[in-house]
Every structure is written in structure tokens, then in C-alpha cells.
């Protein structure tokens, strides 16, 4: 393989930059890494629009989009699209991997059903990491050295970034943002109401109580976020509980307790530079626009799986 520059070069929208730099902080010691807004400098006094192009299209020996609807209709992405797209008309997409770091991004009609992508909110940071660090590994990079600048440049990057997480979650800044972050996840769960409903399953509000509960055949799923403080984010918590039947709460009457399949706690964080996300107890990070459909769909699984345990 020829000699290239850069061993990955990132594409994204403004929005995704944050994450872009983090994905970025996780490769640049091993490799040579091109994000546009660390190489300013060298891209100070030349053509914008050819030095892009040069990166996407032979300079760099492999690429990773960050894919969210606005992707390519910004004019530098725009550059990198069409960069991408020539190179790939001369020697096929096996250079580009594509993050989806939106739910529900669709995927460009001119990219072949079957190139494979990553959503990031499945993945995490660390495992797309690791899938690039295999991707650039696979076609002929080796590792390189970190120099001490970039090092030193990466550590005060981590110590800001510490300092805006704590700030952020003793901020009513972040009361305010994880109390809206929960009721987007109600609005999301009674925006499949219908949907869910062709399978036989309810979505109730438990009154006095604020949880939210979808109660379907054989299984039960209820949503309640606790806060204790006004300026804090200290022992609050998106809980999600899952049941084999309704459980006692405030104005539910039951004849027996149900028995807990699983009951999962959620702290909201800030995760990246201006995003945040909810963080389970494995760690895992949901985006606030995905967290509706991953309880969701474990609640059907978990229902799937109690009908056909009945059935043997």
C-alpha cells in the first residue's frame, strides 16, 4: 500500500465535534490522526476546499463519518462527500466506516447495503474505537509513537473535560437538563403507544407516584426518575424496573406482589463535550433520543421470552 499522511481522517458536522475529538483521544497516541480542528494551523494560507478534499481522497488511509441527517449538506462535509464518493468510485468503500451517532439516521442511498456501519449508542466510544484502531490495522498502519506536545495536549483535555463533568452535575443547569431528559423519555414511550398496543400491551401514569408503567402479557416495565436536590444531581436516578405482573404502587391495587426480573438504575451525565447522556450500570451511555426504544424493546424481549416459557 502507498505511503499515506494520515492513517484516519474524521468527517463531521459542528454538532459531532465533541465526539469526533474524544474518538480522536482514543486513537492519536498509536496513530496519525486528522481532525480539522486540531490541524488548523497547517491548514492556515491554503485552499480549503482542495486540502480537504486531498485528505478524504487520498491522503489519509482510512476515513470514519460521523453520520447524522445534516451530514453532507454542511459546505465542508459537503467537500468530504464528494471526496469520498470519488474514491470510492475508483477503489470501493473498504477505506470508510460510518458511525450513526443519531438513532434513526438514515443511511445515504449511495452507499452499498453491504458496507457495514456502527451506531454509537449500541457501540460506545471504546468499541468504535477499537473497531477503527482494526479498521487502519487492516490496511497496512502500524503504530506510531505520541509525541510529548500531543500527550500533554490530550491530559489537559481529559482535566477540562473532568471539571465541566463535575460542574455540569452540581449545576441546577443539570437538574434542569435530566428532568427534561426524563420527560422526553415519557413522551417517547407514549409516542408508541399505538404501536404498541397492536401487540396487546397498555402504557398507564401512575398517579401520585410519577412512574409510568407498560404493562403488556406476562410482563411489566415501569419508568420513574427520583431527584433529592435542586442544584445537584447527586443520587438521582432513572430507574427502570421490569416485573411479571403489576407491582404495588400508590392507587394500584394488587392481590400479590410480582416477581422483579430486572430493575436497572440510570444516572444522567455529561459524557462529551456539550452532550449528555443517560449511563447505566454497566457504564453503557443512551442517548436521550434512544433511551424510549432500548427500554422498550428489552421489555418486549423479556415478554417473548415469559410467553414462551409458559408454552413448555
Known amino acids: ?23 480522536n483521544d482514543l486513537l492519536q497516541d498509536r496513530y496519525r490522526t486528522f481532525l480539522y480542528s486540531r490541524a488548523q494551523e497547517k491548514l ?84 468504535v474505537a477499537a473497531v477503527l484502531a482494526a479498521r487502519i490495522q487492516e490496511r497496512g498502519g502500524v503504530t506510531v509513537e505520541e509525541t510529548l506536545a500531543a500527550r500533554t495536549a490530550r491530559l489537559e483535555r481529559a482535566q477540562n473535560f473532568g471539571r465541566e463533568k463535575k460542574a455540569f452535575a452540581e449545576s441546577p443547569a443539570g437538574v434542569s ?30 398517579r401520585y407516584d410519577g412512574t409510568t408503567m407498560v404493562v403488556g402479557t406476562g410482563v411489566v416495565l415501569t419508568v420513574r426518575y427520583e431527584s433529592k436536590y435542586t442544584n445537584s444531581l447527586d443520587g438521582a436516578a432513572l430507574t427502570a424496573r421490569f416485573f411479571d405482573g403489576v407491582p404495588r404502587l400508590p392507587g394500584l391495587f394488587v392481590s400479590e406482589d410480582p416477581r422483579t426480573l430486572q430493575s436497572w438504575k440510570f444516572a444522567f ?44
Open 269 to 312: 451525565e455529561l459524557v462529551g463535550p456539550d452532550r449528555s447522556a443517560w449511563v447505566g450500570p454497566d457504564g453503557k451511555e443512551h442517548a436521550e433520543e434512544a433511551m424510549a426504544e432500548f427500554l422498550l424493546k428489552h421489555f418486549l424481549d423479556l415478554q417473548q421470552r415469559e410467553l414462551e416459557r409458559k408454552r413448555r
Open 1 to 23: 500500500m502507498k505511503d499515506f499522511q494520515y492513517d484516519i481522517a474524521f468527517s463531521f458536522t459542528k454538532e459531532d465535534e465533541g465526539i469526533a475529538t474524544q474518538i
Open 44 to 127: 492556515v494560507g491554503t485552499d480549503g476546499e482542495e486540502t480537504f478534499s486531498a485528505v478524504f481522497k487520498e491522503q489519509a488511509r482510512s476515513v470514519t463519518v460521523l453520520l447524522r441527517p445534516e451530514w453532507g449538506t454542511t459546505p465542508w462535509t459537503r467537500i468530504e462527500q464528494i471526496a469520498i464518493k470519488n474514491r470510492a468510485f475508483d477503489h470501493g468503500y473498504d477505506f470508510a466506516t460510518f458511525i450513526v451517532t443519531v438513532p434513526s439516521t438514515p443511511i445515504p442511498d449511495w452507499l452499498p447495503r453491504t458496507r457495514i456501519w456502527y451506531d454509537l449508542s449500541r457501540f460506545g466510544l471504546d468499541g
Open 177 to 206: 437538563a435530566a428532568h427534561a431528559a426524563h420527560q422526553r423519555v415519557v413522551a417517547d414511550i407514549k409516542a408508541r403507544s399505538e404501536m404498541l398496543g397492536n401487540v396487546g400491551c397498555r402504557i398507564q401514569d401512575v
